[in-house]
């Protein structure tokens, strides 16, 4: 097998799956109740990763410690009036999205 033949790690295609998008472009995935947010304190990329490969024990603990979250009308208000730019990636069914840090 050539190497152009290989499969990239799952973490790498996601990594290069990710996008900066304007809040606009992720409301229909919030209007849906499919979009997800990432702390800033975690590594979008990982947790990504950790969805698509279903590492139950590793997105629990996320989701105890309110590191990632469906995003609410609570959230959105707060941090998406001025229309913010996000890391988006999606890991179906749903999208992640991380605010971009200045």
Not at 13 to 22: F, G, S, Y
Not at 31 to 55: F, H, R, Y
Not at 56 to 76: C, G, H, N
Request: hydrophobic share 45%.
């Amino acid at each position: 097998m050539t190497e152009s033949n290989q499969e990239l790690p799952l973490k790498t295609k996601i990594n290069l799956e990710t996008a900066i998008v304007h809040w606009k472009e992720l409301e229909l995935f919030f209007a849906k109740g499919s979009l997800i947010c990432v702390t800033n304190n975690c590594d979008l990329v990982t947790v990504a990763s950790q969805i698509a490969s279903n590492q139950k024990e590793e997105i629990e603990t996320l989701i105890l410690d309110r590191s990632i979250q469906f995003v609410t009308p609570e959230w959105a208000k707060k941090y998406c009036l001025d229309n913010p730019k996000l890391w988006a990636v999606v890991v179906a069914p749903y999208v992640l999205c991380q605010l971009v840090q200045s």
